[in-house]
């Protein structure tokens, strides 16, 4: 099945692909929704053509769905970590063999760029690699106690997980939860956004031909109902969210019932510190990279771009050159930088944005529009022009909130007391950037900046061997690096006597 789903997609291009398949997953196969008639059409970004239908999961499917996954778990938990690496090193295997056809089925979905979606899909199979190899490395710590009694620890799974995806990077999104959630011993039901559910169910069936039991990874389409409906559940012993921060107190709120462990992966309003001393170059290439990947659609980017006044006019010239330059259009072509943004609505916020950012004062430098490209196929697509705002303040709206839209703000500042004084003004704290060449001033800023990131002298990546979570507001718990593990499992204390029972009795 994952074979005829991708295979179809050598052929497709943009606007062309109609999506039949149910997109459920669980007990091993593609399950049919039981309720057709709350169906939410599903688009294409590019075109804004509808892809398919997404039949939202009631409580009665969320409730096999996690039953499925919880007899599975009984199994895969019984596993030594080596055998579950082994299962998860062919996931990881038959994902690299497919990635191209995964990719493009991502980009039909998503609009994102097809060369961003190929790093999407890599990060995939290594973030699944990784968590293999840590598989077999889980252990406890072996305590010595008086009269020769002692004690040990072991690292338990925590049985049924339910992750809740974004948008932006729907299939990276189930990898990052799936590969520690499973290479710790757990199950995992996820729900993908609604608007992006298609290839949720290629990495299901890619597990299952793996080798994993039945059940071991379930998809649960729907919106917030069904989302709820997992906080819910008895069954399931922790949440893994990524989504925005008014959507996360819910999950943590929801949670709190049954005292299920949470991870939020939230919002962000990064800042991005360029210093006068910067390698220039390089800093202009880090503001691109921390604004424009994902149509600026990602939770760490650096909007908030503060410059040290004396190379701001150099600053402003250059990257307003190369922001002009990205190619805009049909995101499947290899030579486009720049797709269509998820939604009209999306759309439509971001453009509402800029047009209060310049009611505020801020003078638009370039794009901010609409953008129609030439192709008649694309006609009806979500595409603006990335935009570059200039004499902003650190009370405007732009400066202020998540746009989640490619638009930078660029801030002038005097000083290193001042700039971190201004970064770390936010109630966000996912990420932050310093470009500078003084490497005592980095570690010092990167030390003083409030934020779960801090690039110094680049922007936005995001290797699997290093955690990635959130300050503040923007969420807590990891993911990636070996942290995670203690995320996605619980420390059992076995406490052994070699003597007497001393009662005090
Ligand atoms: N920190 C990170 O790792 C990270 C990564 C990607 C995106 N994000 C953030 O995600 C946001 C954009 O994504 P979005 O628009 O999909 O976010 P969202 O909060 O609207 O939705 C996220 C997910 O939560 C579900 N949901 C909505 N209401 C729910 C409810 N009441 N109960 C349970 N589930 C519910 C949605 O269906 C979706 O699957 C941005 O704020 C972005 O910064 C964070």
Same mark, same amino acid.
């Given at each position: 099945?994952? !074979?005829?789903?991708?295979?179809?997609?050598?052929?497709?291009?943009?606007?062309?692909?109609?999506?039949?398949?149910?997109?459920?997953?669980?007990?091993?196969?593609?399950?049919?929704?039981?309720?057709?008639?709350?169906?939410?059409?599903?688009?294409?970004?590019?075109?804004?053509?509808?892809?398919?239908?997404?039949?939202?999961?009631?409580?009665? %499917?969320?409730?096999?769905?996690?039953?499925?996954?919880?007899?599975?778990?009984?199994?895969?938990?019984?596993?030594?970590?080596?055998?579950?690496?082994?299962?998860?090193?062919?996931?990881?295997?038959?994902?690299?063999?497919?990635? %191209?056809?995964?990719?493009?089925? %991502?980009?039909?979905?998503?609009?994102?760029?097809?060369? #961003?979606?190929?790093?999407?899909?890599?990060?995939?199979?290594?973030?699944?690699?990784?968590?293999?190899?840590?598989?077999?490395?889980?252990? +406890? !710590?072996?305590? !010595?106690?008086?009269?020769?009694?002692?004690?040990?620890?072991?690292?338990?799974?925590?049985?049924?997980?339910?992750?809740?995806?974004?948008?932006?990077?729907?299939?990276?999104?189930?990898?990052?939860?799936?590969?520690?959630?499973?290479?710790?011993?757990?199950?995992?039901?996820?729900?993908?956004?609604?608007?992006?559910?298609?290839?949720?169910?290629?990495?299901? #069936?890619?597990?299952?031909?793996?080798?994993?039991?039945?059940?071991?990874?379930?998809?649960? /389409? @729907? +919106?917030? #109902?069904?989302?709820?409906?997992?906080?819910?559940?008895?069954?399931?012993?922790?949440?893994?969210?990524?989504?925005?921060?008014?959507?996360?107190?819910?999950?943590?709120?929801?949670?709190?019932?049954?005292?299920?462990?949470?991870?939020?992966?939230?919002?962000?309003?990064?800042?991005?510190?360029?210093?006068?001393?910067?390698?220039?170059?390089?800093?202009?290439?880090?503001?691109?990279?921390?604004?424009?990947?994902?149509?600026? /659609?990602?939770?760490?980017?650096?909007?908030?771009?503060?410059? /040290?006044?004396?190379?701001?006019?150099?600053?402003?010239?250059?990257?307003?050159?190369?922001?002009?330059?990205?190619?805009?259009?049909?995101?499947?072509?290899?030579?486009?930088?720049?797709?269509?943004?998820?939604?009209?609505?999306?759309?439509?916020?971001?453009?509402?944005?800029?047009?209060?950012?310049?009611? !505020?004062?801020?003078?638009?430098?370039?794009?901010?529009?609409?953008?129609?490209?030439?192709?008649?196929?694309?006609?009806?697509?979500?595409?603006?022009?990335?935009?570059?705002?200039?004499?902003?303040?650190?009370?405007?709206?732009?400066?202020?909130?998540?746009?989640?839209?490619?638009?930078?703000?660029?801030?002038?500042?005097?000083? %290193?007391?001042?700039?971190?004084?201004?970064?770390?003004?936010?109630?966000?704290?996912?990420?932050? @950037?310093?470009?500078?060449?003084?490497?005592?001033?980095?570690?010092?800023?990167?030390?003083?900046?409030?934020?779960?990131?801090?690039?110094?002298?680049?922007?936005?990546?995001?290797?699997?061997?290093?955690?990635?979570?959130?300050?503040?507001?923007?969420?807590?718990?990891?993911?990636?690096?070996?942290?995670?593990? #203690?995320?996605?499992?619980?420390?059992?204390?076995?406490?052994?006597?070699?003597?007497?029972?001393?009662?005090?009795?």
């Amino acid at each position: 099945m994952a !074979q005829s789903t991708l295979n179809s997609m050598r052929e497709a291009s943009t606007g062309t692909l109609v999506v039949k398949n149910h997109l459920n997953f669980w007990g091993g196969k593609r399950v049919k929704p039981r309720q057709e008639a709350n169906a939410e059409p599903v688009f294409e970004p590019a075109t804004g053509r509808v892809l398919c239908q997404m039949y939202p999961c009631g409580a009665e %499917e969320v409730d096999e769905a996690i039953k499925s996954a919880h007899s599975a778990y009984l199994k895969w938990s019984k596993l030594a970590g080596m055998e579950r690496a082994r299962v998860m090193l062919e996931a990881a295997r038959i994902i690299r063999e497919r990635r %191209e056809n995964i990719a493009k089925l %991502e980009v039909i979905n998503n609009g994102k760029s097809i060369s #961003e979606a190929l790093v999407d899909i890599d990060v995939s199979w290594q973030t699944i690699e990784y968590y293999a190899g840590l598989a077999g490395a889980l252990a +406890g !710590q072996h305590i !010595q106690l008086p009269g020769g009694a002692f004690a040990y620890t072991r690292r338990e799974p925590l049985g049924v997980c339910a992750g809740i995806g974004a948008w932006n990077y729907p299939f990276q999104i189930a990898t990052w939860k799936s590969a520690p959630a499973l290479a710790c011993g757990n199950a995992l039901v996820f729900k993908p956004s609604p608007m992006t559910p298609v290839t949720a169910v290629i990495l299901a #069936e890619i597990y299952k031909e793996a080798g994993v039991p039945d059940g071991l990874f379930n998809v649960v /389409q @729907g +919106g917030a #109902e069904t989302g709820s409906l997992l906080c819910h559940h008895p069954m399931v012993a922790k949440v893994t969210f990524t989504g925005s921060v008014p959507t996360g107190k819910k999950v943590m709120e929801m949670s709190a019932k049954t005292v299920k462990q949470v991870t939020l992966e939230l919002g962000g309003k990064s800042p991005l510190i360029i210093f006068k001393d910067c390698e220039f170059e390089n800093a202009v290439k880090g503001a691109l990279m921390a604004n424009f990947l994902t149509q600026g /659609q990602v939770c760490c980017n650096g909007t908030r771009v503060f410059v /040290q006044r004396d190379i701001m006019p150099q600053f402003i010239e250059e990257v307003v050159r190369r922001t002009k330059a990205i190619p805009i259009g049909d995101p499947l072509l290899e030579t486009t930088r720049m797709g269509a943004l998820i939604s009209k609505p999306q759309l439509e916020k971001v453009l509402g944005y800029v047009k209060e950012a310049k009611k !505020q004062g801020a003078r638009v430098l370039c794009g901010g529009e609409p953008y129609v490209p030439s192709d008649p196929t694309l006609k009806g697509g979500y595409f603006m022009s990335p935009c570059i705002l200039d004499n902003c303040t650190d009370d405007m709206t732009c400066v202020k909130e998540e746009i989640f839209g490619p638009v930078m703000s660029i801030l002038p500042f005097d000083t %290193e007391e001042e700039v971190i004084r201004r970064a770390n003004n936010t109630t966000f704290g996912l990420a932050s @950037g310093v470009f500078t060449r003084d490497i005592t001033r980095a570690h010092r800023v990167a030390e003083n900046l409030e934020a779960g990131t801090c690039f110094i002298n680049n922007y936005n990546i995001s290797p699997v061997e290093v955690p990635f979570g959130g300050y503040k507001m923007s969420g807590f718990g990891r993911e990636n690096g070996q942290v995670t593990l #203690e995320y996605f499992s619980q420390l059992k204390t076995v406490i052994v006597e070699m003597g007497d029972v001393e009662s005090v009795f």
